[in-house]
């Protein structure tokens, strides 16, 4: 059947970002419609079936709907399936995230979780898809992927890549991630599924979902000879992320702005108002053509006076993800919210919900994290347990859509002290910077409110406890470098990369190409963000990436 007269479904169980597939989808030239009830199953000549999020949050989903039979039927009618991420896990027996939830065993193999002992944890990031099969003579009914390419992987949980048992008639390509080997993506005969997100994967992941929409992509009935897990090669690249900080002008206009130190206003010689740097979603898809990694909108306006449904930074998703293709992370009143008309409140995990349907796939969490840290450690001195309790955002919304979704934005600054004995139990450094009284000594003081008030919490007390809470990813911003163009703090980043053992955001005072080199070999950071200098064109995002590569950094060029 010709792909412009095929009905083409997506199995939506009620998770995160799929906006984003659907709009892909539609960039392709096709329409897609919703499976809503066991029988579209009977209706549908393909399914595309992505999962975000938890393991055992979707098998039941899926049990609660009664789409569990109407899958598998579908399956073993011979029609194609294509899963993405927790759409490939549930096709094995099962996953150690939920150890209680069988998958639907379609495939041999469970799900382990990273270890997080020799790296950091969720992997998140633009790595290879290794093609597995050894000297294979594919048809051209291949899905379209390329050993050279890169795609965008967003997990804590994998199945292990072992070239034993039955893989050698399912694994289509594998990945390394540190010391671990695992599958990628899985081809067996109408099924095709993948743990990256073509989605969110530029032009080589369209690449991809344009070949299963195409073609029936039907693996040839024959035992295939695959890699050792030895010879899966390290292929991850550190990321360059775009970050847009928006708000409203005083003429009320949603602009982007960037401040120096937190003050986003020009000077009164120059009239006082909110510095304009562009409007936000040209300005993303510029950044996305110029090759960014990852765009991040930060709202620092709190539109307040409106039911939360009619924020602007909701629509901004809407018309950022129909046509960019890389991951979106929102960040700024992400809490509890209650509209102005006080009838309807929305808890936490709704707002991300919302925030995840409109287009983003992550969600940044700024004060609300620090009240949280804060009221962690009180727990723990008041001898609290259990220390968590699952009432915080970050807890309920890692629980629903995964720890990969929840990152916590940091606005630390520094106190010097003449020592240890004079931080007030707070950690201290040394360093090679000393204070204006020649203090050789500072603790990170972490921020609220855009910085305006300073607590009694320090920067690893906040990422520890966050990490504990189930945080998957630290935006970590410094107050007294940003604006500066005079480089990263490296003993900040340093210290909390040293802390926790999820990936670290590198944020604050990039001024030049090299400044992402030096942070990247001083602190093995995950990720390089800048803002003004990517704004203005002072540096262009294509020249960071040039220098990383001369350096030998693995980048995605």
Partial sequence: MPSSQQKLYLLDYGAGNVRSLLNAVEHLGYSIKHIDTASDFDQADKIIFPGVGAFGYAMQALREKGFIEPLKNFIASGRPLMGICVGMQVLFDGSDESPTEPGLGIFEGQARLFDSTTKTVPHIGWNAAQNALVDQQLTSRAPDLSN???????????????????????????????????VSSIWQNNVFATQFHPEKSGAAGLAALKSFIEQDLVRPQTQSKIITSEDVRQELTKRVIACLDVRANDQGDLVVTKGDQYDVRESAEQGGDVRNLGKPVELAKRYFDEGADEIAFLNITSFRNMPFKDTPMLEVLRQASRSIFVPLTIGGGVRDIADPDGEHKWPAVQVAGEYFRSGADKVSIGSDAVYA???????????????????????????????????????????????????????????????????????????????????????????????????????????????????????????????????????????????????????????VLAAGIFHRREVPISAVKDHMSQQDIPTRL
């Fill in 148 to 182: 050279d390419r890169r795609y965008y992987f967003v997990h804590s949980y994998a199945v292990p890549y072992t070239s034993k048992g039955r893989q050698s008639e399912f694994v289509y390509t594998a990945t390394r991630y540190g010391d671990e080997a695992i």
């Fill in 373 to 527: 840290a804060e009221r962690y450690w009180q727990r723990k001195v008041d001898g609290i347990k259990p220390l968590l309790d699952g009432t915080t955002a970050i807890e309920q919304i890692a629980e629903r859509y995964g720890n990969q979704a929840v990152v916590i934005s940091v606005d630390p600054r520094r106190v010097y002290v003449d020592g240890n004995d004079k931080a007030n139990g707070h950690n201290v450094i040394e360093t090679a910077f000393p204070g204006p009284n020649g203090e050789k000594y500072c603790w990170y003081q972490c921020t609220v409110k855009g910085g305006r008030e300073g607590r009694n919490l320090d920067v690893i007390q906040l990422v520890t406890a966050c990490q504990a809470m189930g945080a998957g990813e630290v935006l970590l911003n410094c107050m007294d470098k940003d604006g500066t163009n005079s480089g990263y703090d490296i003993e900040l980043i340093s210290s909390v990369k040293a802390a926790v053992n999820i990936p670290v955001i590198a944020s604050s005072g990039a001024g030049k190409v090299e400044h992402f080199s030096e942070v990247i070999e001083k602190t093995n950071v995950d990720a």
